[in-house]
């Protein structure tokens, strides 16, 4: 999936009258949205993270895996707002400079260290905002009028900065650095690329060591080790949304080989793709289970015995 494009608008009502699935959502922008009805979950691995109707999200840049679930027969629906850390540094200046509001946070834990994403209860105050700015889209000028986008944006950043300090708040100011925001989207663009370590630092104009550091400063692991771990996780979306076949799924995921892509899916997930899938979308008898653990095994060996040939 492309990543979202900086020419759609600032902000973006979302309806989803049937349930879709894990979708994987890749993002060019920051994102802070409000779940007007349903539930969604956003995944990290078999993690799960629930954001329910009420609550207020931020996504950072990157790749999200996500299933918007509709409630009980109505659409889900969501309304969401995109910015750039250029348009955030303009929009948080402009409140510093003409309300002296004073753009701080103290605010640390390891839930914003480490996730790219955070959610939290709506205040009363944003729930009115989100709702008003539904009244908004209804107006076909609006979608296209560039001054009242950034009237609402400016709003909506007043509403979270001037809160006590907290995740959400944390998560944004983070967004102003522009130079982290190049450095990320230059990974997430590379993620199913047949690219080394050595060439990506040369993308990001840095040394191997100062990228490598730079690296897990980022993403709080050693490159190789968070590049495996996205593929797998595009995998596990493929293995239960479409009928392709392991192999092709491995190739798609840009890993070397079939056997391989076995290996690293077993130690990741304690199964294997076949298996995987066979829980996830068909039936779950033992009887079943066992049969497909037997047949698997049996590919697994093949495909090591092959690849110790070739060696």
Not at 80 to 87: A, D, G, Q, T
Request: charged share 20%; aromatic share 10%; hydrophobic share 35%.
């Amino acid at each position: 999936m492309p990543l979202q494009s900086d020419n759609q608008p600032t902000i973006v009502k979302y309806v989803g009258a049937n349930y879709g699935g894990i979708q994987l959502l890749a993002l060019s922008r920051y994102a802070i949205g409000y779940v007007m009805r349903g539930t969604k979950h956003i995944y990290y691995g078999d993690a799960c993270h629930t954001v329910s109707k009420g609550e207020i999200f931020y996504m950072g840049i990157g790749n999200h895996y996500v299933e918007d679930i509709p409630e009980e027969g109505r659409p889900f629906e969501q309304v969401i707002v995109y910015y750039s850390p250029e348009l955030l540094q303009r929009t948080l200046l402009y409140l510093n400079m003409n309300y002296s509001i004073n753009i701080s946070n103290s605010h640390s834990c390891d839930r914003c260290r480490r996730l790219n994403h955070v959610s939290t209860e709506a205040s009363t105050t944003l729930r009115s905002f989100f709702t008003h700015a539904v009244s908004y889209l209804q107006d076909d000028n609006f979608m296209h009028d560039e001054a009242a986008e950034n009237i609402k944006l400016t709003e909506l950043m007043y509403l979270i900065v001037s809160q006590s300090d907290g995740c959400l708040k944390s998560k944004i100011l983070s967004n102003m650095d522009a130079s982290r925001d190049n450095f990320e989207q230059i990974i997430y663009s590379h993620i199913f690329c047949d690219i080394s370590i050595e060439e990506l630092s040369t993308l990001c104009n840095r040394s191997l060591t100062s990228f490598k550091k730079e690296f897990k400063r980022h993403f709080y692991m050693p490159p190789h080790r968070w590049f495996i771990r996205q593929r797998l996780m595009q995998s596990r979306l493929l293995l239960i949304s479409t009928s392709k076949s392991i192999s092709e799924i491995g190739i798609e995921c840009t890993f070397p080989n079939t056997s391989h892509f076995i290996k690293l899916f077993k130690k990741e997930y304690g199964t294997t793709p076949a298996i995987y899938r066979h829980r996830h979308c068909g039936s779950n008898s033992a009887e079943t289970d066992a049969r497909l653990a037997s047949d698997t095994k049996s590919r697994e060996e093949m495909f090591e015995e092959v690849e110790s040939m070739a060696l």
